[in-house]
């Protein structure tokens, strides 16, 4: 069992709806990221978050320790938003767990 | 240009010849680290180094080796490459504090024949 779990796999939008991915995780960790895997296949690193929120642009990521879960949500979803997002966990020393990746899909 | 490189981006090899694929980063990040990926499977951690001469398994280091002499390379090395190898390789590179946020290459796709 991965000891990180996303959902949901995948998801279509029209532009403008409001995006909400989830991760929930079983082991203790030092801190959450989220990353993003453009369509010819770059990632890129979103959101490290240890408490609360944090927001950048449209993207807003929330984690809630006690719950052991995390959500990211895309306001005003636009088509270049359409990418994979994976969520990661990591302890103090630099060892990370991702899940599986969400598909998003952003339609015009 | 802050970047991570890799090369070679794209490798045909066969079972058994040994193949290093570089990583080098020019931010002076202390953290390293290189994962595989796989369809069904997503990102997985090889090695990780969160400074020169420092390294440590990820979940899937079987059949690699790493080494770090220099703050700015981070080889990824097969001995004996095989089929289940085949895969996308990604390094990234951090500040050891900023774990989050990672700069990662542009990826290696490797297909051991």
């Known amino acids: 069992k991965n000891e990180v779990e996303q959902s949901p796999q995948n998801l279509t939008a029209q532009e403008g709806e409001f995006i909400t991915i989830n991760c929930s995780y079983s082991v203790g960790i030092s801190a959450l990221h989220w990353l993003q895997q453009h369509p010819g296949g770059g990632i890129v690193s979103l959101f490290m978050l240890s408490s609360g929120k944090k927001k950048h642009g449209r993207l807003i990521a929330t984690i809630n320790i006690q719950e052991k879960h995390s959500s990211l949500h895309i306001t005003a979803s636009h088509p270049r938003d359409s990418a994979v997002y994976i969520c990661a966990v990591g302890d103090s020393w630099g060892k990370l767990q991702f899940g599986a990746g969400t598909q998003v899909v952003v339609t015009p | 240009e802050a970047q991570v490189t890799q090369n070679p981006r794209y490798l045909i090899t066969v079972t058994g010849k040994k193949l290093t694929v570089t990583c080098s980063q020019n931010m002076n990040h202390e953290y390293m680290s290189w994962y595989r990926q796989d369809p069904g499977l997503g990102l997985r951690q090889i090695y990780y180094?969160?400074?020169?001469?420092?390294?440590d398994k990820g979940d899937v280091p079987e059949g690699y080796k790493v080494s770090r002499k220099e703050k700015r390379n981070f080889p990824l090395i097969l001995e004996s490459p095989s089929p289940n190898q085949t895969s996308l390789y990604f390094c990234a590179s951090s500040f050891r504090d900023r774990v989050g946020e990672q700069y990662f290459g542009p990826g290696t796709r490797l297909t051991v024949t």
């Open positions: 180094s969160m400074n020169v001469e420092v390294t």
